[in-house]
């Protein structure tokens, strides 16, 4: 059995229920390892493959860390190559609703529009320079939420430069 990962860091030093749910499910990976174990047990490989971008290691923490928090069960199997599987408990299978609606909410959004101009270009606010810095840092050192708030201000710093050059153009 792996070690139970250490307790998650609280940053914004928070412990309300809400703070709690966001150490659950708010980094990059738990909702889409819910969403990709949503149709029943997968070995580890099999998310390996639907998740491309996690490294191994990445992925072996976040799937022990939703085992201790209840939101995964392990199965591990003695076979030659040794197999294990993971499935959603009722725990995780509550937020499916939630997952789906996100989905279809983002679909909309999307459709509506498709060239990034209007919503989906604000709601999309500093997530480019959000993953380069997630990329780098090999998703080790920040949760999305926080690098896309490092992005927002990469992306206003750079609106704030283009203005001063578009200024000094006229």
């Avoid at 480019?128 to 710093?157: D, I, N, P, Q």
């Amino acid at each position: 059995m792996p070690p139970v990962p250490p307790p998650k860091r609280h940053p914004y030093d928070q412990w309300s229920p809400d703070a709690r749910a966001l150490d659950l499910v708010g980094d990059k990976w738990t909702l889409l390892i819910i969403r990709d174990l949503a149709a029943g047990p997968r070995r580890f490989v099999e998310l390996q493959r639907v998740l491309p971008g996690i490294s191994t290691e990445q992925l072996r923490s976040r799937l022990n860390r939703m085992v201790a928090d209840g939101l995964l069960t392990r199965q591990r199997y003695r076979e030659v190559p040794p197999r294990v599987d993971y499935e959603l408990t009722p725990r995780s299978r509550a937020l499916l609703p939630v997952v789906s609606e996100s989905c279809a909410i983002k679909a909309r959004v999307v459709e509506e529009d498709e060239r990034e101009t209007g919503q989906r270009r604000t709601l999309n606010f500093g997530h480019t320079a959000a993953h380069a810095l997630e990329s780098v840092t090999k998703y080790r050192r920040f949760r999305h939420g926080e690098a896309v708030a490092y992005g927002m201000l990469v992306a206003a710093e750079i609106a704030v430069v283009a203005a001063e050059v578009e200024e000094h153009r006229t």
